[in-house]
């Protein structure tokens, strides 16, 4: 089993950065594909990113490509999300969650997670 906690949450204005931590702690988290997801007021959790055990493969979703990055750091059991260019649109609470999966961007395929951390984006 593994815990999970996030931080690096907060408010930005628009175009602005934030750097997301995930810290884990017990079961190294080398083990498990590691994701991003986020839930916006009123709407259900979606997916933001994903790296694999050995942080050489990414995914992300279409609405963050290209301004987020997602990273691990396995020695420290540690995973980040980058957020660069920050939208209003992506103000959420964001979670970090660990899959035995190889893939995946469905969180039924993410069995830890974490209890989230809040990102507003103002205009």
């Known amino acids: 089993q593994v815990q999970l906690v996030e931080s690096g949450g907060g408010l930005v204005q628009a175009g602005g950065s934030l750097r997301l931590s995930c810290a884990a702690s017990?079961?190294?988290?080398?083990?498990?594909?590691m994701g991003w997801f986020r839930q916006a007021p009123g709407e259900e959790r979606a997916f933001v990113a994903r790296?694999?055990?050995?942080?050489?493969?990414?995914y992300y979703a279409d609405s963050v490509k290209g301004r987020f990055t997602i990273s691990r750091d396995n020695a420290k059991n540690t995973v980040y999300l980058q957020m660069n260019g920050l939208k209003p649109e992506d103000t959420a609470v964001y979670y970090c969650?660990?899959?035995?999966?190889?893939?995946?961007?469905?969180?039924?395929?993410?069995?830890?997670w974490g209890q989230g951390t809040q990102v507003t984006v103002s205009s």
């Open positions: 017990g079961r190294t988290v080398s083990i498990y594909t």
């Open positions: 969650a660990a899959s035995t999966y190889a893939s995946g961007s469905y969180d039924y395929q993410y069995r830890y």
């Open positions: 790296i694999t055990r050995n942080g050489e493969g990414t």
